[in-house]
């Protein structure tokens, strides 16, 4: 039994004792002059599968049976699963999302507050009790979190995702959850031996060394998971004995999404022009410096491949690589951005105007790797302009 508040919770692994329990809390009840909404109280049957019949009475009032129950503000489903779980929290969400662009679209302000203001309103939302539920992949959080980047970067819906996340340096919710779940972890295993958590830890702990997972559900396999996946299985072997370091484990986490990420840029053939560039994962500099907002989402959208250009247009009329020639000059070339930026003559004029005669003399993939790579703000800025008058003329076609 679990009581906070004004709630409380019966639990039991059998309907029979269950209905004993519920005599027993009625007898206390009656004899401390306590009513007992019997409205407001709801069974809920963990099961998979088919739904068992069973009955419950308290005062012979029989007792609504539910899918679903929610408790300190976390839906619990009968079938163990935290699928509506996360989709409930990403549609309560989605309203605090709706109220941060409110905001967004009134104030002027810089990629990073920006950022910040969203963790605070929408990423406490959608990480609210990440502690339990973690482990589930969350996809329609990270639809809340991806729209949120798209906006801020103004790209299309089709951008790639780890360009999403590289352009401005974060992690995914479901690389967040997992080091919500590991400070919890460590919370419990500190704690005295005694609590009831530590105590539910145990259970489930011993489960784990029987092999009991429960098809991957069992909380403590999902914390040895994480673990075992970050090469940190000592960890886990000595949680016991040793000194165990939040930072050590949250860092570990980080880099392994990092290194997965890297790895993703480099093997995609889409990404083959972002791949050149982008090295870290952090937020670029260029986002906040270049003030006009037009140069810079121009700048953004090229870099994201979130653009107009053949080589990303054939990618939906399903046309070879090779035959995703630019319409824009006879030279039949493939139009891709070192063809865009460096070589197409029709943007000559513009190109003189705002580009260094160095990158367009002999231009080079290594001249557009450092173009990209500029540190000089004035230098990215122009390349910036560059990219938005000479798509405004390619439009103009
Ligand atoms: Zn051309």
Redesign the pocket.
């Known amino acids: 039994m679990i009581i906070f508040a004004d709630d409380g919770i019966l639990f039991s692994s059998n309907p029979n004792t269950l209905q004993t329990m519920l005599n027993d809390m009625q007898r206390y009840c009656e004899l401390w002059g306590l009513k007992i909404n019997t409205e407001k109280t709801k069974v809920i049957i963990f099961e998979k599968g088919r739904h068992t019949r069973h009955d419950f009475h308290i005062n012979n009032i029989q007792l609504e049976i539910v899918n679903s129950i929610k408790y300190l503000g976390v839906h619990f489903f009968k079938n163990n699963n935290w699928y509506m779980t996360q989709k409930r929290i990403a549609q309560h969400a989605s309203f605090s999302l709706h109220n941060l662009f409110i905001v967004l679209n009134q104030i002027d302000l810089n990629a990073c507050d920006k950022c910040k203001l969203f963790d605070s309103l929408v990423g406490s939302v959608l990480n609210y009790s990440a502690e339990v539920w973690g482990n589930h992949p969350g996809a329609d959080i990270e639809r809340i979190h991806t729209k949120f980047c798209r906006k801020v970067l103004q790209v299309k819906t089709s951008t790639n995702l780890d360009c999403l996340y590289g352009e401005l340096g974060r992690l995914p919710m479901s690389v967040m959850r997992k080091i919500i779940m590991i400070r919890y972890w460590i919370k419990i295993i500190t704690s005295s031996h005694t609590s009831m958590l530590y105590r539910v830890y145990s259970m489930l702990m011993t489960d784990v060394e029987n092999n009991n997972t429960y098809n991957g559900t069992n909380w403590a396999h999902q914390i040895k998971c994480i673990l075992d996946n970050i090469g940190m299985s000592n960890i886990w072997i000595n949680q016991a004995g040793s000194n165990i370091i939040f930072t050590n484990i949250k860092l570990r986490i980080i880099e392994i999404y990092k290194q997965t990420w890297y790895s993703n840029i480099n093997n995609s053939p889409r990404l083959e022009t972002y791949s050149l560039f982008k090295h870290e994962f952090t937020i670029e500099p260029y986002i906040d410096f270049i003030k006009e907002k037009k140069y810079r989402i121009a700048l953004t959208q090229l870099r994201l491949s979130s653009h107009q250009l053949e080589i990303e247009r054939g990618r939906y009329t399903n046309i070879e690589r090779n035959d995703r020639k ?1 319409k ?2 006879d ?1 039949n ?1 493939v ?1 891709n951005e070192f ?2 930026i460096l ?4 943007f000559r004029t513009i190109r003189n105007k705002y580009l260094k005669r160095y990158y367009c003399q002999w231009p080079t993939i290594n001249k557009l790797q450092n173009l990209f790579m500029e540190k000089s703000k004035r230098v990215v800025t122009n390349l910036a302009k560059y990219i938005y008058f000479a798509t405004k003329a390619r439009l103009d076609v």
């Open positions: 630019c824009q000059c030279m070339l139009e063809h865009f070589v197409c003559p029709k």
